[in-house]
Nanobody
Framework: QVQLEESGGGLAQAGGSLRLSCAPS????????MGWFRQAPGKEREFVAV???????TYADSVKGRFTISRGNTKNTMYLQMNSLKPEDTAVYYC????????????????????WGQGTQVTVSS
């Protein structure tokens, strides 16, 4: 079992930056992939970015070139550096993780992930 805790959300102006962190605990040595999803009010949860053990990363088209996902050197902490923020980036951001190796195309699917954090609010003002 893996527990995930997000931090780093808050308020930013359009064009600004925020950095989210996700700290796992529990069976962290078996984590295969960790990703970020977000959910805006009245919308479905959507994929943002993922990083997996083989060193691969994938981004949603809406954040490509602006967001960077990375993994820490110790304790499997994951980060999401968000630059050039836009009001449409406003959402609750969720950290997710899976223990199961899969092909990369599965990582954009919510059902792929075994564990989820509680979410952290990101609000971008215009």
């Amino acid at each position: 079992q893996v527990q995930l805790e997000e931090s780093g959300g808050g308020l930013a102006q359009a064009g600004g930056s925020l950095r989210l962190s996700c700290a796992p605990s529990g069976r962290t040595f078996t984590l295969y992939a960790m990703g970020w999803f977000r959910q805006a009010p009245g919308k479905e949860r959507e994929f943002v970015a993922v990083s997996w053990t083989a060193g691969g990363t994938t981004y949603a088209d809406s954040v490509k070139g602006r967001f960077t996902i990375s993994r820490g050197n110790t304790k499997n902490t994951m980060y999401l550096q968000m630059n050039s923020l836009k009001p449409e980036d406003t959402a609750v951001y969720y950290c997710a993780a899976t223990l199961t190796p899969r092909s990369a195309e599965y990582f954009q699917l919510i059902a792929t992930y075994d564990s989820w954090g509680q979410g952290t609010q990101v609000t971008v003002s215009s």
